[in-house]
Nanobody, 124 residues
Framework: QAQVEESGGGLAQAGGSLRLSCAAS????????VGWFRQAPGKEREFVAG????????HYADSAKGRFTISRDNAENTVVLQLNSLKPADTAVYYC?????????????????WGQGTQVTVSS
């Protein structure tokens, strides 16, 4: 049974940092693109960052560029999202999802194996 699980959320002050991890089991993660999404209360889920399989091309939403960094550790079957310079507007539940198409970008319609999410709360 393929599963992905997020960890690393929590409370941070504005300007602070958090490190989110997405761990996979039951799948060879390196063959999948991986996307990070977030959903704030009362808002739709939005793409934050993604990384492709193979060459590891990265993709970022405008809101994440310059502040967030996505990377993958194929040996550990994990994908990390480093959140820096956090803002209260970043408060949301963050989800990772595996993309069997390998793209890992905002346009992919193939995301599968969603995790349960991890809460990120940024105080001002």
């Amino acid at each position: 049974q393929a599963q992905v699980e997020e960890s690393g959320g929590g409370l941070a002050q504005a300007g602070g940092s958090l490190r989110l991890s997405c761990a996979a089991s039951g799948v060879t993660f390196r063959l999948y693109g991986v996307g990070w999404f977030r959903q704030a209360p009362g808002k739709e889920r939005e793409f934050v960052a993604g990384i492709s399989s193979g060459r590891g091309n990265t993709h970022y939403a405008d809101s994440a560029k310059g502040r967030f960094t996505i990377s993958r550790d194929n040996a550990e079957n994990t994908v990390v999202l480093q959140l820096n310079s956090l803002k209260p507007a970043d408060t949301a539940v963050y989800y990772c999802a595996a993309d069997p198409s390998g793209l890992g970008d905002a346009r992919s319609q193939s995301y599968d194996y969603w995790g349960q999410g991890t809460q990120v709360t940024v105080s001002s």
